[in-house]
């Protein structure tokens, strides 16, 4: 119904276009080089399977494959590790290769086989993220609001896991609909409607002989809306005949009531404006605001052609399809299609966008953000949906369950004074922390902030410090909401990361100030291990990628940019840069910085945020 067009996947659609690479991750590289020497050894090549050390201390790589071979070939592994390290001496991509006891190949790469990398990587558009041959059309269902109710801290994880995923799923070259899925449809309608009526009965949209237009402006605004909902609510738990009212207004709604539809879609219209003004301050953007109201009418299609194929049967008066399996372990309930009153339910509509989905987009992939209490629900969905043909064999259905965000006592986030946290209370309180310690920094450091830039800059370190702290966590567990920690300029949080990004950024300006010129900079062999250590992170981008996508893992990204700020900020406290005085070497470590900025400022776009010109 509402459809926008959408600035962020046109943006999305650019980062998706890429330039097609042939760049290797670097483990494969170094791992094709040890292979190569296991067979020239006369070994099987595939015991050259190299790793990142387990000991960094000792070494930056190595291999076990001397080991496994010991029983194959006879041998002592030593012997054989001997052997294969012999054939490495002149090696282009790795150095220090030794064989130590029992039998462990211990090497380093070589520095300029990093530097060569990581000019490659430059060049590349996607650093070396290797495409797709085929891109697939993944459909992301995510934010999931409820029409008139105001958003909460709950669907804030949805909001915020869903857009990082679709990111992600764009930007590894595939086609991606992210659609919001609201509950538009739902008794709240007729709570609305009910108490409106009650308010103002001689309101023309409940004149059932009016045969008019009905007027373009809504007879409510957005705050009275919002008082509005509540009320009817609280009123149909204590009031039978009330709450019966309601549900007479949602059957009127539903069965197509002219003033009824007429003030369904001012509800619509004011509620979405806000809603999309809310969603705009996360930086969350849906390319379809579909919901439950869209498949209404392919409903009774939809229940036809279950009953037919023979899914669907009556089971005390409702409509039920069987999805158990032999092989479950826990008890699965049949899928309830309609109830016996012949409405529809919640399932029935997510089915019917299923196949409203298939039939107009053709996804190959759909995946489904939702808090993991919804879990058993979309299991016996999926079943139901493979079950009475609506999707094909091969099309996959996941759901993504998120666990629950906690306060520092444990228990799901609260107010202060214990009711449900709103989003938008929510972002104030974080935005007013982060002013409060961008004006302390600023002190600190001695330079005067101006109040305009410290509000601006509060809001976008503000969000990165929600986003950051929600994505680092694994999906599916708890976490616990603190302010303290996210907010912090230190430690794994994002206005760390976003520290970092500006202090690169304030150095490549001050780099141009003088004179140079970032393009013509050329990123050059590291002369020590801080420098080396950071080349070797940065050249993590496009494994660690490619699982962040397989394993649909925004916490993957956020683990990675941390360890690169580390790693950058270490580099850093030991290295003058600036005033370097050999140009070449200068130009060399500004090449690094860039593609180390490049890379983090991709990193952080992928999670939903971005970074500051100061702070
Ligand atoms: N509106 C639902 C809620 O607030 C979430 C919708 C999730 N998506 C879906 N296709 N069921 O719980």
Redesign the pocket.
Known sequence: MFIFSNKAAKEHKRLQKGTKTAMQKILDLISEEMKKAFEAAGYDAELGKVTLSNRPDLCEYQCNGAMAGAKKYHKAPLVIAQEVAEKLNESDVLSEVSAVAPGFLNMKVKESFVRDYLRQMRTDEKFGLQMPEQSKKIII?YG???VAKPLHVG?LRSAIIGESIKRICCYAGHDIIGDI???DWGLQMGLIITELQKRQPDLIYFDAAYEGEYPEEAPFTISELEEIYPTASAKSKGDEAYKAEAMEATYKLQSGVAGYRALWKHIMHVSVTDLKKNYDNLNVEFDLWKGESDVHDIIPGMVEQMKAGGYAYESDGALVVDVKKETDTKEVPPCMILKSDGAAL?NTT?LA?IMDRMEHYHPDKMI?L?DKRQELYFEQVFRCARKTGLVNEDTELVHIGFGTMNGKDGKPFKTREGGVMRLENLIREINEEMIRKIRENAETKGYEVDEKEAEETAKVVGLAAIKYGDLSNQASKDYIFDMDRFTSFEGDTGPYILYTVVRIKSILNKYTEQGGALTDAVIQEATNDSEKNLMREVAKFNAMMEAAYEEIAPHRICAYIYDLANAFNHFYHETKILTEEDAQKKAGWIALLALTKDVLEVCIDLLGFSAPERM
């Open positions: 269902d999931g609001a409820n669907h899925h609201m509950g919640y997510d966008t489904y939702t």
